[in-house]
């Protein structure tokens, strides 16, 4: 491990010297930690990627996680990953509308930079009408972005920014996810599939579907964050209630 220090607020951040990895995980993908004081498999911990640069990985994680106290730079961590489904971009989606709340946006930062590293114009909100003030949820600290990301706090359902995007990602609670399916429904008049997606910020306790931990109902029946996500097509959330 070659990094671990607090990011902001509950967001630490793990860098990993791991050239592999680097060439394999995609933006929106995750990997899995065991902690190093058990054998226990099904234990693992979720690390959600933030940025790749050469040969370093970096993950982000709760900084109440006790993996943060006990993993120390110089160790070797036990990971499982990729996993999960990578976040894809269509050709013609020209203009990316990432949506985050508090904390939440640590894992759209990687999908910005790949998406500008595709040729399209990205915009990242911090949403946060729905933001609890006492949880130290404000706003994510701009001086942590790349000056290319066009960053914004307040309204990510605003409708111009809505009609604006091609394709829409949300990282943040169930209120949020039905609040952005009714405003795309306002402001373009209907939900397309494949136009917005969802993260999901479950524990993911085994990775490999066997614990069903994750499992998340939707309207296309119960899904595995794990195996299935940790993105769903948003319109798989509408009418569901999500946690
Ligand atoms: S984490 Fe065990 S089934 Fe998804």
Known sequence: MADNHTLWADV?????????LARTLRPGQFALARDPTTLDPYLRRTLWLYHIEGA????TLPARDPLVVRARVGDTLDLLAPLGRAIEFDSNARHVLLIGEGTRVAPLIAIAHDAIAQGRAVVLVTHTPFLPHSAGQGAWPAHLLSPEIEYRTGDGLD???????DAIVASGSAQLYRALADAVRAARYR????FARVLMDLPMPCGTGACYACAVETSRGVKLTCADGPSFDLIEFANQRTR
């Open 159 to 165: 409708a111009e920014l809505i009609a604006w995007a």
């Open 191 to 194: 939900l397309e599939p494949g």
């Open 56 to 59: 370093r990985v970096a993950f």
């Open 12 to 20: 630490q951040l793990l860098a990993l010297h791991a050239p592999e």
